[in-house]
């Protein structure tokens, strides 16, 4: 998907400041295309992040069968082929770098006879697929994969498939969302068990068009269960803000000394805003105005303010809630006093890269001393001083890395130099000019 590598450095030459407004939500633009694909008729989806994951979601529903296009006013129409009406694809769906497009469409397509193979970028191709294998062939999928349990895989799914109960055996919104998908279709109730609360936007959409969704305390967790066979009601969505993206501007504001950044309309439901809770523990001045609900999702606007950072020891519970905005924590640990502690965080090394690892390479290479354990990472902060830079970092393939080190590159004596800022365009194809609009410059 991406061609030549895409250098990116950053710099600050003062304070950033100005109104953005930043994409929106991963997340919820992927689930509200997958369960408009699934109702019957035409859902309208406002604000829809139009990244390469997303557009990769789109894709292969619509060579499924769904009709889904962007109308001139930027609002995208979905016509629904029904509970078990996804046809038989020509080809290998090709899911590019994400992997919530995979995961997902695996249950979503295990309650379907359709033999639907799978492949990725090399990034994708290392990722582990068996945590979704494993429930979905207990419901009757039949599935080829890759050595490892990885990518290219082919499925062959069944109509309809057989309800379970699945204890998730790691904290995972995407292995949820699979089963919960998958159990669309299957008779009667398909229940996952949760030990720790991770995102929740299919229980809540999932409700939203209709089906019958239950959320019960169990001992040690909560029953999150489906009933099958329910037709799904076509709907308006508007998709907030994600706060996942207005995690780099934000921390670029609190980094570089005089700035003030307003932005708007950011996503932030109590299982993603867990960035914005630690950075307030670190004493960040992000105050959260004009609460209100958009689509049935709590939405702020962050009014954010440079100011000094105290490094702490951050609680792994919070982990779920802010799992892919740690390279960005990392970062803000940097410029902060003393030693920020970030444990139970084994998940961050299989997402795009192994977050833990770039990281605290990348880290080193800049002149921030950081300690790499196997749960995490200890980064001693350089208490406001800009880190020294000079260097080149590697992105590895993986958005977040790259826009991380952008960030950091605001607050640096020599340049940041990122090797190929190509992947931002997954989930963020608009930060380059979001940031330079509030004053960062290009360097
Ligand atoms: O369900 C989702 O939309 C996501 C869940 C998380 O992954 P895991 O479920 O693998 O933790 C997260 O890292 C990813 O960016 C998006
Ligand atoms: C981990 C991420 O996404 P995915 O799992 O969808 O590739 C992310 O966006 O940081």
Redesign the pocket.
């Known amino acids: 998907m991406h061609a030549a590598p895409r250098p990116l450095t950053l710099a600050a030459d003062g304070p950033l400041s100005g109104h953005v407004r930043v994409p929106g939500d ?2 919820i633009s ?1 689930r509200a295309l997958m369960l408009s694909a699934l109702a019957v008729g035409t859902s309208r989806v406002s604000g829809l992040l139009e990244g390469e ?1 997303v557009l990769a979601t789109a894709a292969a529903l619509r060579a499924c069968g769904a009709g889904i296009d962007r109308q001139a006013d930027g609002d995208w129409l979905i016509d629904g082929v029904g509970v078990g009406g996804l046809l038989q694809p020509l080809n290998a769906l090709d899911m590019g ?7 997902l469409l695996m249950g979503l397509f295990a309650s379907h006879a359709l033999t639907v193979t799978f492949v990725g970028d090399a ?2 191709s290392r ?1 582990p697929m068996q945590r979704v294998i494993d429930p979905l062939r207990r419901m009757g999928a039949d599935i080829s994969a890759s050595p490892g349990g990885r990518l290219p895989l082919m499925q062959r799914g069944l109509c309809p498939a057989i309800p379970i109960v699945h204890d998730l055996p790691v904290a995972s919104a ?1 292995v949820k969302s699979a089963v919960l998908l998958a159990g669309l279709n299957a008779p009667g109730a398909t229940t996952v068990i949760e030990r720790t609360p991770t995102r929740d936007h299919s229980e809540r959409m999932l409700a939203g068009f209709g089906a019958e969704v239950t959320v019960e305390p169990v001992p040690g967790g909560s029953a999150i269960t489906v009933r099958g066979g329910a037709e799904l009601r076509p709907r308006d969505i508007v998709v907030p803000g994600d706060p ?1 993206s207005a995690a780099f501007p934000a921390v670029a504001a609190l980094i570089v000394p005089g700035s003030e950044v307003l932005i708007e309309g950011v996503g932030l439901n109590p299982t993603r805003d867990g960035l914005y809770r630690v950075l307030a523990m670190m004493g960040a001045d992000i105050a959260r105005e004009n609460s209100r609900l958009v689509g049935g999702e709590p939405v702020a606007d962050l009014r954010v303010r440079a100011g000094p950072l105290i490094g702490i020891e951050v609680p792994p519970e919070v982990a779920p809630s802010m ?2 905005e740690y390279p960005i924590l990392f970062v803000a640990a940097a410029l902060a006093s003393g030693r920020t502690v970030m444990r139970g965080i084994e998940e961050l090394r299989v ?2 890269s192994d ?1 833990i690892a770039t990281m605290a390479a990348g880290l080193r290479a800049c002149g921030v001393e950081c300690e790499e354990v196997p749960d995490g990472l200890i980064v001693t902060g350089r208490d406001g001083a800009p880190v020294p830079g000079g260097a080149t970092v590697a992105s590895m393939l ?3 890395i790259a826009m991380s080190f952008a960030v950091l590159g605001l607050r640096a004596d020599q340049p940041v130099i990122v090797d190929d800022a190509a992947p931002i365009a ?2 963020f194809p608009d930060f380059l000019p979001l940031m330079t609009g509030l004053g960062a410059r290009v360097g």
């Open positions: 991963k997340s992927h994951d770098n994400s992997g919530t497009s995979t995961r990034s994708l990722r995407q996942s799992i892919d997402k795009e977050r993986d958005h977040r997954t989930s």
